[in-house]
């Protein structure tokens, strides 16, 4: 149960971290009608599609089969922000207090649960 959290937390904090940072970060000003533009300006294209990171060749590659993880797609975009921002620190914690052997993580490790299935079908 440990290590799956510890897993967890830095797969939502590192990989889907990585994804969220290309979202916001990574551009292009050639603007593209199938890219969603952010932030409303239709000149620049925002994604890991638009750098050459090594993390960002992961999501290149993911989006392969799914267009949305190479850009800022914006539902995808929310329901990430939602994971790494909440997700990754909760399993954090989770595992902090599974160490300490507190009675509370059951409470916590089903609130993270039921995040993981929303995030899922989302």
Same mark, same amino acid.
């Given at each position: 149960?440990? !290590?799956?959290?510890?897993?967890?937390?830095?797969?939502?904090?590192i990989l889907e971290g990585s $994804?969220?940072?290309?979202?916001?970060?990574?551009?292009?000003?050639?603007?593209?009608?199938?890219?969603?533009t952010l932030w409303g300006n239709?000149?620049?294209? #925002?994604?890991?599609? $638009?750098?050459?990171?090594?993390?960002?060749?992961?999501?290149?590659?993911?989006?392969?089969?799914?267009?949305?993880?190479?850009?800022?797609?914006?539902?995808?975009?929310?329901?990430? *922000?939602?994971?790494?921002?909440?997700?990754?620190? *909760?399993?954090?914690?989770?595992?902090?207090?599974?160490?300490?052997?507190?009675?509370?993580?059951? $409470?916590?490790?089903? !609130?993270?649960?039921?995040?993981?299935? #929303?995030?899922?079908?989302?």
């Amino acid at each position: 149960m440990y !290590v799956w959290h510890v897993f967890n937390a830095l797969t939502h904090l590192i990989l889907e971290g990585s $994804f969220i940072y290309y979202s916001f970060a990574a551009s292009s000003p050639t603007p593209s009608a199938a890219v969603p533009t952010l932030w409303g300006n239709p000149a620049i294209s #925002y994604g890991a599609k $638009f750098s050459d990171a090594p993390l960002a060749k992961l999501w290149q590659e993911y989006a392969k089969a799914d267009v949305r993880w190479g850009v800022s797609d914006v539902s995808t975009v929310c329901v990430e *922000l939602i994971t790494v921002l909440a997700g990754g620190p *909760l399993a954090v914690w989770i595992t902090e207090m599974i160490r300490k052997g507190e009675g509370r993580r059951w $409470f916590w490790m089903s !609130v993270l649960a039921t995040g993981e299935i #929303y995030g899922t079908y989302a």
